[in-house]
């Protein structure tokens, strides 16, 4: 048998499935949680690894394992010293205080300039805009830093005492052109003041190293991984112009296709896939922590929240929730809050509230789906009335909450 183990370390927590080469079985699996929060130690991810690992007891398929790749949550800011230490908290892609910073950016450059040069325009997502921010505000910090790496590169190195990266996860550092597939070391010394070491962008097919013995298995190749959201691409298996909406903490609406999109309105983001080709897509701060949020506030679970939404009105009776609650990266309001309008003495009861809340995911979610279709990416490049939507439900309880959207949303 020839197993095969996948990583995937998200905002919430580490994921270790080991799987069948040949039949696709899944032989064991386990999660460990990240600590909540958009600035933490990376220490965490690497202990949420190792309590993942051994709880799905992977040292038991020995010999048996022939490969193992990661992805991970993208943009997060890992700011190493030359003993390869933090100089700061990880701050994730869900950090909106380096805002300022990717303004004057924009300010500085334009956007057709940054377009131009990496296909995207900077947001408080982005890691360079997280790098500028240290500068900044930390400049003691920012001059001890010798490497910068990412989410997935952290643990790969975790993997195989080797720091390597994929042009998915590049792509979302505003430093790396997804289109000459190199680094743009011009913007760093410009936005940052330094060249800190980067780690390799390997190609789809290549390997970074081998696992280190301390995982208890073959010394099996660690391939390239790829970003959270270019990984589920390559397991849903889409074609050009196919849709993916994923749901979980963040929400994400992307396809896949050939040739890159450029969007100097900075609404699309042209990363690219973990294939060689290209992955234009949006995304919301705001997601499955909205009905998360929303249970909290009603003091229910999210079965009990799923049960208010559907038995309530399908405009939930005129009451709107803007979803905003972390400021937002789609559209771009990294400092926005929350908003609940149109509210009456009648319409104000705990299904319509429940429903609002997942009116207003479903609504940023729709949103995305008209503007990347209003960019000519969906419909099939090949057939034009041929279109697929995948769900990825990463939240407990999203499947009710999606069969939501057959009402009217309340916000179009």
Same mark, same amino acid.
């Given at each position: ?20 080469? $040949? ?6 699996? &386990? ?133 390597? %990266? ?15 597939? $190199? ?10 003041? &330094? ?10 097919? $290549? ?41 979980? %903490?963040?929400? %994400? ?50 079965? $009990? ?21 972390? /400021? ?22 705990? /299904? ?7 009116? &207003? ?45 057959? /009402? ?5």
């Amino acid at each position: 048998m020839s197993i095969v183990i996948g990583v995937d370390s998200s905002t919430q927590s580490c994921k270790v499935l080991a799987v069948d080469v $040949e039949t696709g079985r899944i032989l064991s699996s &386990a999660s460990a949680p990240h600590p909540d929060g958009t600035s933490i130690n990376p220490a965490h991810w690497a202990t949420a690894l190792d309590q993942a690992w051994n709880d799905a007891d992977i040292r038991t398929f020995g010999q048996e394992v022939s490969g193992v790749s990661v992805a991970a949550q993208q943009h997060g800011m890992v700011a190493l010293d030359a003993e390869r230490q933090p100089v700061h908290d990880a701050l994730l892609w869900n950090d909106t205080r380096s805002a300022d910073a990717a303004g004057q950016m924009v300010a500085e450059l334009g956007a057709e300039a940054w377009v131009d040069a990496v296909n995207l325009v900077p947001v408080a997502s982005f890691t360079l805009t997280k790098l500028a921010w240290l500068a900044q505000h930390r400049p003691e910090l920012a001059a001890k830093v010798a490497r910068v790496v990412l989410p997935h590169d952290y643990l790969n190195h975790r993997l195989t005492g080797e720091y390597f %990266t994929d042009r998915s996860d590049a792509s979302g550092t505003a430093y790396y052109s997804p289109i000459t597939g $190199e680094y743009r070391k011009d913007l760093l010394e410009q936005f940052f003041g &330094a060249v800190p070491e980067l780690p390799p962008v390997l190609g789809p097919a $290549e390997t970074g190293g081998n696992l280190l013995d301390r995982w208890g298995t073959n010394r099996a190749a660690a391939g390239a991984g790829a970003g959270d959201n270019a990984a589920a691409a390559l397991g849903l298996g889409i074609n050009p112009g196919e849709v993916v909406v994923s749901v979980g %903490t963040s929400g %994400t609406v992307f396809t896949s296709v050939v040739e890159p999109v450029r969007d100097p309105s900075g609404t699309v983001a042209g990363f690219a896939d973990a294939t060689g080709q290209h992955l234009p897509l949006l995304a919301m701060i705001n997601c499955a922590r909205v009905m998360t949020a929303t249970a909290a506030m009603l003091n229910v679970d999210l079965p $009990e929240l799923d049960r208010l939404a559907l038995a309530a009105a399908p405009d939930a009776g005129g009451l709107t929730l803007l979803p905003y609650l972390d /400021g937002e990266r789609t559209p771009n309001l990294p400092n926005a809050r929350g908003t609940l309008t149109g509210m009456t003495r009648e319409n104000m009861t705990p /299904g319509n509230l429940a429903r609002a809340g997942v009116l &207003a995911v479903l609504n940023s979610l729709a949103d995305a789906q008209e503007l990347l279709r209003a960019n000519g990416r969906t419909g099939g490049q090949s057939d034009p009335d041929r279109r697929r939507i995948e769900v990825a439900l990463l939240a407990p309880g999203s499947c009710k909450h999606l069969r939501c959207a057959g /009402g009217s949303t309340g916000r179009r």
